[in-house]
């Protein structure tokens, strides 16, 4: 696994609208290893995104299937538009993407450190999401599922949902730092019948073991519950990764 925090010196560049605008799942691909930065009390808040799930219209896993109303209206917007919801609880991050009703759910993430967003921003983080005991998350645990992922961000369904991104206050950036090749899975919470069989979870490898379940825990198989990808959705005949032969 990835040391607990990454960082960078590079202070990358903000994705633009396009960026999202195209298919769901190319863009849940390629938002692995972008980081979401988020303005709260004047630190810039960051976390690298480690684990994605496309959704579609026409699939019946997704919101947008159960049509159109106004809380769902930003998954009927152009790419890029924030689409917020109450998750078990919490609050969930998703993205809109090309095409009436698709969307990226954030699933997981992992605290960022660098020049814009250091020590002092990563405390700010474990301030707003501290464990059941009141004590500060470990680094590795802090963003490891979607309500996780949001409280320690600080990101809200009434201040977000249905918004576009905002340069002073949240965007997404690529800091140049993106894995090649990635695990491709079964989305998580999927009621039956709801096309659970659907292999629409990207994984960053590196982020496996904490991500919201890890795809490659013991019991699971390559090829039946889980297929290695390239950053264009190509399936890999093995696993990548040179201590994996």
Known sequence: MASPIQASGSAGSALPDAFFDR??????????????RHRV?????????IETEAYYLEEKGSHASLGYTHKRRALFMDGGVIYMYYARGG??????????????LIKSGHPWTDARSGPEALA????????????????????????????????????????RFDPDALY???????PQALICTTRLGIP??????????????AYAAVCTRNPLRRGQRAGHDYV???RQGIVLPEDPRPNAR
């Open 124 to 163: 700010r983080m474990q301030q707003l999401n501290p464990d059941a005991q009141g004590q500060p998350r470990p680094p590795s645990r802090l963003c490891a599922g979607q309500t996780l992922l949001c409280r320690s961000l600080g990101l809200k369904v009434p201040e977000w949902d249905a918004r």
């Open 41 to 49: 009390d004047g630190l810039w808040l960051a976390v690298r995104i």
């Open 192 to 205: 039956p019948g709801r096309d659970e069989h659907l292999h629409y979870r990207y994984v960053d490898p």
């Open 23 to 36: 298919d769901a799942s190319e863009l849940a691909r390629d938002l692995l290893g972008k980081v979401i």
């Open 228 to 230: 290695w990808v390239d």
């Open 91 to 104: 609050d969930s991050l998703n993205f809109s993407a090309a095409g009436p009703g698709n969307a990226v």
């Open 172 to 178: 997404v950036e690529d800091v140049g730092d993106s």
